[in-house]
T-cell receptor, first 114, second 112 residues
Framework: DSGVTQTPKHLITATGQRVTLRCSPR?????VYWYQQSLDQGLQFLIQ???????AKGNILERFSAQQFPDLHSELNLSSLELGDSALYFC?????????????FGSGTRLTVV | GDSVTQMEGPVTLSEEAFLTINCTYT??????LFWYVQYPGEGLQLLLK?????DKGSNKGFEATYRKETTSFHLEKGSVQVSDSAVYFC???????????FGSGTRLQVQP
């Protein structure tokens, strides 16, 4: 157990629908990162939050949004889903003193859009 | 922009063979470098890291040296085991930006 918890582990939904993925960071970590892993695009950075504030944005689509709550858990919202959104979505966390020294990843949520 | 290039896989080796997975990077600053491993059906685990030039990261028999002159961070292991079969990702992170940039991953298959 890495200490980063992601739920649900698997999600199957239809095109056009909206889903929410949840991530609880490792205890004490203030930063949360979301990544998308697909066969054709590899691992893509989506967005980072630090202590409730958006810190950096990567290749995140406008249909996607995220937030980090006061208890530091984060949610990634995916809307108007398309077949191409099927992927593994990973959350990672890092602490203030661990910047540039490594990140702890959750086990991921596998999203299948049918 | 920043990028990481890894050798194409899959890499297929016999048990106890020597492993090298090449990784080169392009970055505008002085990045920290990482190797992550992903076992089937699991998330990414940090394997080793190096934060400055000439640093050597090591863990579980794997090693990689941060070579600034060749912008490389090749992963090596002297004797692989079947249990090392996984996908290996090279990644970088720039000071102050923190988000990891990953290579495309290299699948390693070790046969008994």
């Amino acid at each position: 157990d890495s200490g980063v918890t992601q739920t649900p582990k698997h999600l199957i939904t239809a095109t056009g629908q909206r889903v929410t993925l949840r991530c609880s960071p490792r205890s004490g970590d203030l930063s949360v990162y979301w990544y998308q892993q697909s066969l054709d695009q590899g691992l893509q950075f989506l967005i980072q939050y630090y202590n409730g504030e958006e810190r950096a944005k990567g290749n995140i689509l406008e249909r996607f949004s995220a937030q980090q709550f006061p208890d530091l858990h984060s949610e990634l919202n995916l809307s108007s889903l398309e077949l191409g959104d099927s992927a593994l979505y990973f959350c990672a966390s890092s602490g203030r003193t661990e910047a540039n020294y490594g990140y702890t990843f959750g086990s991921g949520t596998r999203l299948t859009v049918v | 922009g920043d990028s990481v290039t890894q050798m194409e896989g899959p890499v297929t080796l016999s048990e106890e063979a020597f492993l090298t997975i090449n990784c080169t990077y392009t970055a505008t600053g002085y990045p920290s470098l990482f190797w992550y491993v992903q076992y089937p059906g699991e998330g990414l685990q940090l394997l080793l890291k190096a934060t400055k030039a000439d640093d050597k990261g090591s863990n579980k028999g794997f090693e990689a040296t941060y070579r600034k002159e060749t912008t490389s961070f090749h992963l090596e292991k002297g004797s692989v085991q079947v249990s090392d079969s996984a996908v290996y990702f090279c990644a970088l992170s720039l000071t102050g930006r923190r988000a990891l940039t990953f290579g495309s991953g290299t699948r390693l298959q070790v046969q008994p």
